[in-house]
């Protein structure tokens, strides 16, 4: 029997002294440079966000977590973590998600993760999708966790390592969203 994701109606609880907001172009800056830290070969390029970002309507949706006593304090935000929804009629991808290293392990992913699944049954998706390195084991245990199953697996999908990837899915209970 399939799994079902539980569908919040926004943002879980996030650990004090964060906030997740609307991913803007004034982070790409930053959202890039932990990108290229977190995903090196597989990185995108600023490029590459900009545009997303510049196609920003209903078919994607991105988000930042940033830390807000660094924005007190220092006058400036400080991200810890992102992530990205792409929509299409009645499915959606996980088009990416990460959490600062030393940000990790507090629930982060699992909020962004949340507010991505929550947005997408919000639009009506029936389905969210997503591709994970076959070795990522912390990634692989927050999609199960959130009730992704895997379905596929495409051999060397990953480049220039050659690493394959898992297709996990999740089906989107709508009757967990307020109307
Ligand atoms: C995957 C990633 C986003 C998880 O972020 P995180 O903020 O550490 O995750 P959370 O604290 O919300 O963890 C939620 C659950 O995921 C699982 N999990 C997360 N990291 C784990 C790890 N290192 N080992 C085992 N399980 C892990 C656990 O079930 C955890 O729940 P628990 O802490 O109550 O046990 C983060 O490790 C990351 O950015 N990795 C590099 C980028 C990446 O791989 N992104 C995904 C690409 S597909």
Same mark, same amino acid.
């Given at each position: 029997m399939s799994s079902v994701a539980s569908c919040p109606s926004g943002v879980s609880a996030l650990p004090e002294g964060m906030r997740l907001r609307r991913m803007r172009w004034w982070d790409l800056p930053e959202v890039s440079a932990l990108d290229g830290a977190l995903f090196r070969a597989q990185a995108w390029s600023l490029a590459t966000f900009w545009s997303e970002l510049a196609g920003v309507d209903e078919t994607r949706h991105y988000i930042v977590v940033e830390q807000v006593e660094q924005v007190e304090q220092v006058g400036g935000a400080r991200l810890v973590g992102y992530g990205g929804l792409l929509l299409s009629a009645g499915s959606a991808d996980v088009a990416t998600l990460g959490v600062a290293p030393e940000a990790r392990r507090r629930g982060l992913g699992r909020a962004l993760l949340q507010e991505l699944l929550g947005h997408a049954a919000l639009r009506g998706v029936a389905q969210v999708m997503l591709e994970v390195a076959v070795g990522n084991a912390p990634a692989i245990a927050l999609y199960r966790r959130a009730g992704f199953e895997v379905i596929s697996r495409r051999r060397? =999908? =990953?480049?220039?390592?050659g690493e394959d990837a898992l297709i996990m899915r999740a089906r989107l209970d709508r009757s967990l969203v307020p109307r």
């Open positions: 060397g =999908y =990953y480049q220039p390592s």
